[in-house]
Structures are given as C-alpha cells and as structure tokens.
C-alpha cells in the first residue's frame, strides 16, 4: 500500500483525494482548495518512495525524510516537513 496524508498540529478532519490511477492523497491538515489541488498533483505521480526523494531533491529548498516511524516489520511512516505541514507517507 501507498499513501501520503499531510498534517498539522492540530487537526480536525479527514478527507481523501486522488486521481483515478494515482497516490491517494489524505487530507488531515483542512486544506484550502488550492493546497489540496496542488497537493493532490504532486503526490498522485510519486509510486514510490524513490520518486519521493527525487521531486525532494528537485525542491528549492530541498526537501528530505526528517523521521522513519516503523509502525511493524511491514509497516513504515515516512514523515517530510514540505510548507509548514508534514507529508507522511505510509508504506507497506
């Protein structure tokens, strides 16, 4: 499994996004439509972790893993500090 939500500190609610074929976008933080829309793009083309790095590498500033939550043997949080929020990515 794939999917990153974006968090805040505090957060109120829930809603899932995404394109027909893409990463799932799950919004955690209540994002204004627009963050939400751009969001959902950057995160619907990355179908892995290593496309992850390399839309980070590609940032200015860089962004990079700040944290590996494993969850289980099978289960891992990737957590990236991207705009003030946090896009956590979780693998299976």
């Not at 968090?7 to 204004?32: K, R």
Request: net charge negative; glycine share 4%; charged share 20%.
């Amino acid at each position: 499994m794939w999917r990153c939500s974006v968090l805040e500190f505090l957060a109120h609610g829930q809603h899932a996004f995404n394109d027909v074929t893409g990463t799932p976008l799950i919004d955690y933080a209540n994002l204004d439509e627009s963050a939400r829309v751009r969001l959902t793009a950057i995160v619907a083309s990355q179908s892995s972790l290593q496309s992850v790095l390399d839309w980070g590498r590609q940032q200015m500033p860089r962004v990079d893993i700040e944290s590996i939550l494993t969850q289980d043997e099978y289960t891992h949080d990737v957590l990236i500090p991207f705009e003030g929020r946090y896009l956590v990515y979780d693998t299976t």
